[in-house]
């Protein structure tokens, strides 16, 4: 990032909500009907998020909002999670919601994009502010249940198998700002 955003809003959707992370602030969130944002980053496929909760650390970023919520495509409802960082402290109340957060990035790797969006008050935009969203879904366990990396076969381009066995499936990009 060449500026600072105001914010930085991480969401992650979840096909099965027993996957989300427990004990966030439900809301009733309606979509903006018209999109605003500007894509930024394309999609990553296998990222890892650890790098980015680092960086927005030093950066002086702090968690300030935590929230679930539901959101309703025409095939499902996705249970949606988002975590909104700002240029303070992190929020004394949102400490666990971090530890959390924090747990859930090392355990999973994601596809992910990335959209700067103006920042509103009162349903105007904000001159001169916009907030950074990084969107992520299609989680992936890095580990089985018992704690076990899970294994892959290593793959070329074209999909063939390479090598006599499995190796432990690792991100392929790390997410930073």
Known sequence: MSRRAKFIVLQFRFAKSQFAPKGLKKINKLAREEQTGTLCM????KASLVELLSTLEKAGYGLVGAVCFNRPTERKVYTVTQYTFALEQSREELI???????????QTIWTVHAF??????????????WTFSIMANRRTPLFEEDGSPVMVWKKNEEGDIIG????P????VNISI
Do not use: Q
Not at 118 to 129: D, K, L, Q, R, W
């Open 42 to 45: 394309e999609t990553k496929e």
């Open 96 to 106: 666990i919601a971090l530890s959390e957060l924090k747990k859930m990035v090392e």
């Open 169 to 172: 499936l690792t991100p392929e």
């Open 164 to 167: 006599d066995e499995k190796i």
């Open 116 to 129: 700067e969006n103006p920042c509103f008050s009162h349903g105007e935009i904000v001159a001169g502010e």
